[in-house]
């Protein structure tokens, strides 16, 4: 069954259970997945990639038609599908199994694609395009955010921060969630300060400081933090930033414990991570275990609360918060 990507809320309230979702806006698909289909679905969740699953077949398919006791209600995700995982998603949903969901996703399939075809004429079944995003339809969701946050935006602040995105809707959420951080005390956004926020004048972003740091790499750590001058947003945002990366290190983790070797975990990861980030990515994997992660994170918290009470002394405080995160233990 062929359906707008939008209609995907009303297709799970009509409890069908097997998905394709393809197309080249990946961002789109990965927000569709977390805030629609998983907050339905079940807590049990197994990700494969189609490799995996083809490489072993039959452990796949244990897992599938093996019911635990443990385990009801599965949600399954398959990455980067092809034709060639048809015939065993065609097995699972001619046997029809209960308690399990399946969320299909690739890339472009062109119309003479056997698995396309195969969602778009069976009933049991829902197939979506996500295609790229315009202006057209960026203008609407920034507009739609503020407006139910109850912030006025000018047309030129929008424009400035659909330039910003490139097209991206992971880069957008980011964004929106960033200005709304640093403007949810204010009723309007004022286009000064955004544009500051978006394009920042420095010699190095916010966000190569809070990598590089994280990487401990102290020598270019500390040439940023002595070439800059952050402001008491920056902090703020600085704060934010550490805890977004750091989150994001700990899920990669948790993925690679399926895969158990970094390279591999990190392609398979969804969003796609850029190949110029990977080595430093690689880096942090192997400085920060789990259990440090969530020590460091909540540390985090307690540095953001004291910042929102000495605002005054923002920077020093992020300084310190640097320099012991780069001086802490390595084991």
């Not at 097997?18 to 998983?38: A, F, H, M, V, W």
């Not at 694609?113 to 829902?126: D, G, H, M, P, Q």
Request: glycine content about 0%; overall charge positive.
């Amino acid at each position: 069954m062929i359906i707008k990507n939008f209609e995907i809320k009303s297709k799970i309230q009509e409890n069908f259970n097997y998905y394709l979702l393809y197309g080249p806006n990946t961002g789109l698909i990965e927000k569709t997945i977390d805030e629609q289909i998983k907050p339905k679905f079940s807590k049990n969740l197994f990700i494969y990639d189609e490799l995996e699953i083809l490489s072993d077949s039959d452990k796949f398919n244990e897992n599938i038609f093996n019911k635990s006791f443990f385990e009801h209600d599965k949600l399954i995700i398959i990455n980067r599908a092809t034709d060639k995982i048809l015939s065993i998603v065609k097995n699972i949903i001619d046997n029809n199994i209960e308690d399990i969901q399946i969320i299909i996703k690739a890339l472009q399939l062109d119309k003479k694609s056997k698995l396309r075809a195969f969602f778009e004429k069976n009933k049991k079944t829902v197939i979506a395009s996500f295609y790229e995003e315009n202006h057209k339809s960026f203008y609407k969701v920034i507009t739609e955010f503020f407006y139910k946050k109850k912030i006025k935006i000018a047309p030129e602040v929008i424009n400035l921060i659909i330039e910003k995105v490139r097209g991206n809707r992971i880069n957008l959420d980011n964004e929106l969630q960033k200005i709304y951080f640093l403007s949810k005390n204010e009723k309007y956004v004022d286009f000064k300060k955004i544009s500051k926020l978006v394009n920042l004048a420095k010699d190095y972003d916010i966000s190569e400081l809070v990598d590089q740091c994280l990487s401990k790499n102290k020598h270019k750590t500390l040439k940023i933090l002595n070439d800059n001058q952050t402001s008491n947003d920056d902090n703020f945002l600085i704060i934010r930033l550490f805890i977004s990366k750091l989150k994001k290190i700990k899920k990669i983790q948790n993925q690679n414990k399926l895969y158990k070797d970094y390279e591999l975990t990190i392609n398979s990861f969804k969003p796609p991570i850029f190949w110029k980030e990977k080595e430093l990515i690689i880096q942090q994997l192997k400085l920060w275990p789990q259990k440090k992660i969530e020590i460091l994170i909540r540390e985090i918290n307690k540095i953001e609360l004291i910042i929102k009470k000495n605002n005054q002394i923002s920077k020093q405080i992020i300084n310190n918060l640097v320099l012991d995160i780069m001086n802490s233990p390595n084991n």
